[in-house]
C-alpha cells in the first residue's frame, strides 16, 4: 500500500468517528428523561409501588421515585416549588391549592373513611368510641383523611369521646391499630381491603360524608413533563383503575 492510499483511509477513519460523534444519541438528556419523581397521597403508597414497578418492567430505562406522605404536606411542598413531576391527591381541596402549577388536574377515583377495628374486636359500632375504656385515633385534621373523619363523625352525631391521638396520615392509623397500639382508627376502606385478614370496618351511615376524591396532575414546570404525562395515562388506563378497584377504591364515571 502506498503512502497516499494510508492517508486516503486515515481521513476516512476520522470523518466516520466525527460522523458517529454528530449523531451519538445524548445518553444524560435520555437519562434525565427517564427518571420521574412523583408525589403520592400516603394511601396509595402500596398499590402505586406496584404499579410503579409494573410500569417500569414494561418500559426498560425507566425510573420512578415516589414521595408518600399526606396530600396536605404534599401541596404545600410543591407550593414551595419541591421538584415533583406528577401529584396524586387524596383530596380535590389539596391539590387545588396548587392549581397554579397544574393546568390539568383529573379527578379519577373516590375512597371513603371508616371504622377500622381488630377482626375479633367487640366495638360493634361507632357510637362504641364514647366508652372510657376505648383508645381511639384518627389523621390529623389536615389531611384528607383527618378532614374526611371529621366531617363523617359530624354527620354521624353520636361520637362524643374524642382521639387519644392524631396522626401525619392513614397510614400511620393503621400501623398504630395494627400493632395494637390503639383499640380502633379511622381509616379508609382501601386500608380494610388490604388488611382483610387482621382488620374489619364499621362503616358510618353517611357514606358520602365519608368520601374522598382523588385527583392527579403533571406539573407544568416538570422538567421531565412528557414521561410523566406517559405514566399519569398509564394510571388513567383501564388495566390499571381495574387494579386500584379490586383494591377496594371506587372509580368516577367518565
Known sequence: MNANSKITKLFASISLLLVGAVYAPATPLASAESTITV???????????????????????????????????????????????????????????????????????????????????????????????????????????????????????????KPVSLEDNAAAVVAKVLAGEADAGIMYHTDIVAHMKELRAIGFRKVTSAQTTYALGVIDSSAHASSAEKLKAYILSPKVLTYLNHRGFTLISK
Not at 425510573?63 to 416549588?81: G, K, P, R, Y
Not at 397544574?102 to 366495638?123: C, D, E, M, Q
Open 39 to 161: 408525589f403520592a397521597a400516603s394511601s396509595m403508597s402500596e398499590v402505586l409501588t406496584k404499579i410503579g414497578k409494573d410500569y417500569q418492567r414494561a418500559n426498560p430505562g425507566m425510573s420512578i421515585t415516589f414521595s408518600f406522605l399526606a396530600s396536605s404536606a404534599l401541596a404545600t411542598q410543591i407550593d414551595n416549588d419541591a421538584p415533583a413531576d406528577l401529584f396524586i391527591s387524596a383530596s380535590l381541596a389539596d391539590i387545588q391549592k396548587v392549581k397554579s402549577k397544574i393546568s390539568t388536574i383529573t379527578p379519577f377515583l373516590t375512597n371513603r373513611v371508616v371504622l377500622g377495628v381488630p377482626k375479633h374486636s367487640s366495638l360493634q359500632r361507632t357510637k362504641d368510641l364514647n366508652k372510657s375504656s376505648v383508645k381511639w385515633i384518627q389523621c390529623v385534621h389536615t389531611a384528607p383523611c383527618g378532614m374526611a373523619a371529621d366531617t363523617a363523625l359530624a354527620a354521624e352525631k353520636v361520637v362524643t369521646g
